[in-house]
């Protein structure tokens, strides 16, 4: 563990992006200061506070005072942005630095608690056993450091410095030629959150926002295991995901690729998703670091996160990402309080390698840094297309600027990171693709790694099915004599899964399946709505029709006319670099399902869609019998419906993020550009208020809430229990002390404690099948923090997806609380503490959807 001291350090203030920045010398790195206090609050932040209280006592202080606040006070603060404001960046100055390695966190082994584990064995799906990783890690530091130990300074540095323009990876690492057995293969970096992108024959899983819809933790762990897999099988080192921004935004560009709008479910389908990816060999990258939650200006925009808000929300899946053992992080483009995350010293050494013990290494995204002096705040490689390490890293080191232990720490964690996913086996397989030159037939072998990998990406694809509506029993389909499929969005595209030629954004043309941008994957095939509904409806000699001339809405409403039920696909699209501009249906959607519904009084609407659109011009159309959310679920999304269609699989989806009645109901909005060329800032004025949390603090009905799905059953609730267990081993004297009240102590690794994380309360109810169909339920566990905690009134810790339960069947659930579930994060003591007052149990089938309630035992 690393952190640094610095030497009379103080700030650069600048007033402009770094494509623009004035008073650069030769490095690209602000060589002039400007007066602190000419700038703004965001100063807090800054590297000034950071060193005073580093310096001083060896810990971090908050990235901000604004925590203090109660939820209360701003629960209806958030607003749509009317115009931009600028905000000055804050920059480290070229100053002499001293390293000092961070004490690696001391946490003993409890059996059955907290128990040594290699990624390559991670505990059972649902198991309550933490992952001690620390045994592997110090056998893979070993490793590193004697690899390390003859490599010259300049190789050194180029173990931190990526290349790609003609490499064959998004992302590289050169190799180290071997001399007497002191050589090195180097890293191939690739994406992406959702498969291998720019290879051949390969899988497009389901996204991540499909893959939170399941809420499914078997589901969550096999898709992870299976892009491992698939990485590997291509030689790629390391994946580049998974992404876990949330859904601040409704409008945001890339929420798809992402885990949904709630830190604790994005946090748990992270974990999996990380235990599932380096079981299979490769390395992950949990991104983007953090707060990058807009598209629109993100690379000069700065998010102003208060400490509270940062902690409890934010960075909280990149904690479990932690835990679950993952070997990289990504920093993002924007700027935090007025400093560029990827020399956020605050973030870097502050939050990630001191307060959750982080022993990985933190890497740039492609152009993210903006000085050398990154490597001083706690950035460990630099991906291209910058190349500060690269061109001064070593000049930096000769000239006493920068310490080469501390080039011997970003060294060793990197390739720390190959050996402890066990990369230095003589078996693991070479690159066999290049991305960047996919005609090259020399280069690509076009390996086939797809194995059997279309199961599960149909299976989750039709579990991440959401039943927003069903009226009268429209579905499942029984035996129908006429089907008519209305809409593009039901059939393939023009010229191919993958090759789009009308522009780079996939939506416009044939069924959605995921977004556009770096966070996708080429298909092999794709199986599309109308393929897979035709050849089920061949089963009953079904009569199927479709129209997908979008624009020809009469033509369409015809159609319809006389069917059995008219099935009518709409989809609305998004990718990286922009944020959606409204909440609408893309090409006449709207219009389609009126059109429809007009002329046929069983009108099913089938949603392929990025994140939330607005559903109020249609929902309430009494010919509008049924709405299938299905998202963006990958190739396999023809099957996926399908099998959800004619009740082959019995939805079991859940909505991961609240559908609205109006774009001005959610607590944030996108902050536009305006034209401004400077940083503009994103004031977080919503603070703990994401999502569903807005809505319940300030009353205000959603159209449909989080956590919503319907069943072709029906499922009931009962026999609620909540006790408390009985703690041995570990820690004691920290669950002691946090059940009298205080605060978890700010030491190395306190944040991801054994004892704070471990099972404290257990939580066991039973369901009951009371349908006439097989299914599964998914029962959610919302906590309610007493109102002087400051908390929002109910804050989700618990869920899973339950075995299918026939008819007239039971099945007993149970589902734990840690200490860690149960606190807030103290802006003062800077530590994990309970608040004061009794702390209630909401056991329901969504956010609003409370079937038991109770308490916590014991209250302080």
């Known amino acids: 563990m690393t952190r640094f001291l610095w030497f009379s350090l103080l700030p650069v203030v600048l007033a402009a992006p770094s494509s623009s920045l004035k008073g650069l010398g030769s490095s690209g790195v602000a060589t002039s200061t400007a007066n602190v206090s000419s700038g703004t609050t965001v100063a807090q932040s800054s590297i000034v506070s950071s060193t005073s209280v580093f310096a001083s006592s060896g810990t971090l202080p908050s990235s901000s005072s604004l925590g203090t606040s109660s939820v ?179 409008e945001g560009g890339r929420n798809w690729e992402g885990f949904g709008a709630d830190p604790y479910l994005a946090g748990e389908v992270a974990y999996e998703t990380i235990l599932g990816m380096q079981q299979g060999g490769v390395q992950a990258c949990a991104k983007h670091l953090v707060d990058n939650e807009q598209e629109t200006k993100r690379t000069t925009s700065s998010s102003d996160v208060d ?20 070997t990289s992080l990504m920093c993002s483009y924007n700027l935090i309080n007025g400093t560029w995350a ?80 066990h990369q230095d086996s003589a078996d693991f397989p070479a690159v066999n693709f290049a991305a960047n030159d996919p005609d090259n037939d020399a280069l690509n072998e076009h390996i086939d790694v797809q194995a059997d990998h279309d199961q599960v990406t149909r299976e989750i694809g039709a579990a991440s099915v959401v039943l927003l509506k069903n009226v009268n029993g429209a579905l499942p389909f029984k035996k129908p004599r006429s089907i008519a499929l209305i809409g593009s969005d039901a059939g393939p595209g023009i010229s191919g899964p993958n090759d789009n030629q ?167 909005q996108v902050v536009p550009a305006n034209g401004i060329p400077d940083v503009i800032a994103v004031p977080y004025n919503d603070r703990l208020l994401i999502d569903y949390r807005f809505f319940d603090a300030n009353n205000i009905a959603p159209r449909f809430e989080f956590g919503f799905g319907l069943s072709y059953t029906k499922f009931q609730y009962s026999g609620l229990s909540v006790k408390r267990l009985t703690t041995t081993g570990g820690d004691t004297a920290g669950a002691s002390a946090w059940d009298s009240g205080k605060a978890s102590p700010h030491v190395e690794g306190g944040s991801t404690a054994a004892w704070l994380h471990r099972p404290a309360y257990q939580v066991t109810f039973n369901i009951k099948n009371t349908g006439s169909v097989a299914g599964s339920e998914v029962p959610q566990l919302y906590i309610n923090f007493p109102q002087s905690s400051g908390e929002p009134p109910s804050v989700l810790r618990g869920f899973d997806a339950t075995p299918v339960i026939k008819p007239g069947r039971s099945q007993k659930v149970t589902l734990s609380l840690s200490r860690y579930d149960l606190s807030i994060w103290d802006v003062v003591a800077q530590g994990w503490r309970r608040p004061a007052g009794t702390i209630g149990v909401t056991i329901g089938a969504s956010s609003r959807d409370a079937r038991l309630n109770g308490t916590l035992p014991g209250s302080i």
Not at 652 to 664: C, D, M, N, Q, V
């Open 307 to 326: 400490d509270r808000t940062q902690h409890e929300i934010y960075t909280h899946p990149f904690l479990r990402s932690i835990m679950a053992g993952v």
């Open 502 to 668: 009308l522009g780079n954004t996939r939506g416009v043309d044939g069924v959605l399946v995921m977004g556009s941008g770096s966070g996708i994957a080429n298909m092999t095939y794709l199986v599309t709505p109308r393929e897979a509904i035709q050849r089920r409806a061949r089963q009953d000699h079904t009569s199927v029709s479709w129209f997908f001339d979008d624009f020809n809405v009469a033509r369409a409403g015809n159609v319809a006319r006389k069917k059995s039920a008219a099935l009518v696909f709409i989809s609305a699209d998004s990718g990286e670099g922009a944020d959606r501009t409204n909440l609408t249906a893309w090409r006449n959607g709207e219009a389609l399902v009126q059109a429809a519904a007009n002329q046929n009084n069983n009108t099913i609407v089938v949603v392929n869609s990025v994140g939330p659109i607005l559903v109020e011009p249609w929902i309430d159309h009494p010919n509008v019998t049924a709405v299938l959310w299905a998202g963006v679920p990958g190739q396999e999304v023809g099957n996926a419906i399908t099998d959800v269609l004619w009740g082959e699989y019995n939805p079991s989806g859940r909505l991961p993020y609240t559908i609205a009645k109006r774009i001005e109901d959610y607590g944030a």
């Open 72 to 250: 209360s006070s701003v629960a209806t603060s958030a607003a749509t942005p009317s115009s931009s404001v600028t905000e000055p960046i804050i920059q480290p100055p070229v100053v002499p630095t001293t390293f000092v390695p961070f004490p690696v966190p001391s946490d003993q082994p409890v059996p059955n608690v907290f128990e040594a584990t290699d990624p390559s064995k991670p505990p059972e799906v649902g198991s309550s056993i933490i992952p001690d990783f620390g045994p592997a890690w110090d056998a893979a530091y070993k490793k590193a450091k004697a690899k390390i130990a003859s490599f010259s300074l300049e190789e050194k540095v180029s173990v931190a410095s990526g290349v790609g323009g003609s490499s064959r990876c998004v992302g590289n690492i050169q190799p180290i030629d071997p001399v007497d057995g002191r050589g090195w293969p180097g890293l191939c970096l690739e994406d992406a959150p959702l498969g291998v992108r720019l290879a051949d024959f390969v899988t497009g899983f389901p996204t991540g926002i499909n893959t939170a819809a399941t809420f499914n933790r078997r589901l969550i762990r096999a898709r992870g295991l299976a892009m491992g897999q698939e990485h590997v099988g291509k030689g790629v080192n390391v994946a580049l995901g998974p992404m876990m921004n949330l859904g601040r935004v409704a």
């Open 342 to 421: 990827c020399e956020n010293e605050n973030i870097l050494n502050g939050i990630v390698k001191f307060e959750t013990g982080f022993r990985g290494y933190i890497m740039s995204d492609w152009g993210a840094t903006h000085s050398t002096m990154s490597v001083a705040t706690g950035l460990d490689m630099e991906m291209p297309d910058n190349h500060f390490f690269a061109n001064t890293l070593v000049t930096y080191v000769n000239n006493g600027t920068i310490p080469e232990s501390r080039i011997d720490d970003l060294a060793t964690r990197i390739i720390a990171g190959w050996y402890f996913t």
